[in-house]
C-alpha cells in the first residue's frame, strides 16, 4: 500500500498568514493526488485534485502543486474559515490511501 | 443539486452485522461509482472500497476483504455498506462519497456520516 505522510502534524499561524502544508508519497502516484479539508462534526470537503485542479467552488487562495512523491497545498492568505485539519489522498494505486492529516491552528 | 443521503446512527453489540444505506440523487447515479471512507473517533480517514454504481462491481481494502459487502440498488439510486463480525474498533462515522473512480479525479460529494458505535 501506498503510504502517504504529511508534515507537519500541526500548523500554527494567523489570519492573514502563508500555510504550506506538505504530503509525501511512500512511491510515485505521479499527479493522482487530492486534498480535502475537513472541519468538527463535518464531512471531508474536496479541495484539490490531480495535484493542482481547484474543486468547483474553492476559492483562489487554496493552490496545490507537487507530482511523483512531493505534494505540497498552499493557501495563500489565511481566513478565519480555514482552520481546519487537511488530509492528502492517493488516487494512483489500489487500495485508495489518505494522509494522517495537519491540523491548521490559529495562533 | 448533487446529494447523498445516509442512515442513521447505529449502535451494534460485538459480533453482529451492520449495514449502512447511502442514498443519492441529483445526479445520473449509474455514471458513477462510490466510496466509503470511515473516521474512528479523533482519528483519521480510512478508505474502506468503491463501487459501480451500475455494474455493482467493486473493490476494498484488503483489512476489511471477508468482512464487508457492498451493494447497488439503481431502481432507489442507493448503496449499502454491509459490515460484518463488528468489533469495537469499528466503532467510526462511516461516509459515502460519489467517485468517477478517475484515478486523476476525487470524491466531491459526500453524504453526511453514518455514526456506527460498537460496545457490548
Known amino acids: 500500500d501506498i503510504v502517504l505522510t504529511q508534515s507537519p502534524a500541526t500548523l500554527s499561524l494567523s489570519p492573514g498568514e502563508r500555510a504550506t502544508l506538505s504530503c509525501r508519497a511512500s512511491?510515485?502516484?505521479?499527479?493522482?493526488l487530492a486534498w480535502f479539508q475537513q472541519k468538527p462534526g463535518q464531512a471531508p470537503r474536496l479541495l484539490i485534485y490531480n495535484a493542482s485542479n481547484r474543486a468547483t467552488g474553492i476559492p483562489a487562495r487554496f493552490s496545490g502543486s507537487g507530482s511523483g512523491t512531493d505534494f505540497t497545498l498552499t493557501i495563500s492568505s489565511l481566513e478565519p474559515e480555514d482552520f481546519a485539519v487537511y488530509y492528502c489522498h492517493q488516487r494512483s494505486n489500489w487500495p485508495r490511501t489518505f494522509g494522517q492529516g495537519t491540523k491548521l491552528e490559529i495562533k | 443539486q448533487v446529494q447523498l443521503v445516509q442512515s442513521g446512527a447505529e449502535v451494534k453489540k460485538p459480533g453482529a452485522s451492520v449495514k449502512v444505506s447511502c442514498r443519492a440523487s441529483?445526479?445520473?447515479?449509474?455514471?458513477?461509482?462510490i466510496t466509503w471512507v470511515r473516521q474512528a473517533p479523533g482519528q483519521g480517514l480510512e478508505w474502506m472500497g468503491w463501487i459501480n454504481a451500475y455494474k455493482g462491481n467493486t473493490d476494498s481494502a484488503q483489512k476489511f476483504q471477508g468482512r464487508v459487502t457492498m451493494t447497488t440498488d439503481t431502481s432507489t439510486t442507493t448503496v449499502y455498506m454491509e459490515l460484518r463480525s463488528l468489533r469495537s474498533d469499528d466503532t467510526a462515522v462511516y461516509y459515502c462519497?460519489?467517485?468517477?473512480?478517475?484515478?486523476?479525479?476525487?470524491?466531491?460529494?459526500w453524504g453526511q456520516g453514518t455514526l456506527v458505535t460498537v460496545s457490548s
Open positions: 441529483g445526479y445520473n447515479f449509474n455514471s458513477y461509482g
Open positions: 462519497a460519489r467517485d468517477l473512480n478517475f484515478p486523476q479525479l476525487a470524491p466531491d460529494y
Open positions: 512511491q510515485s502516484v505521479s499527479t493522482f
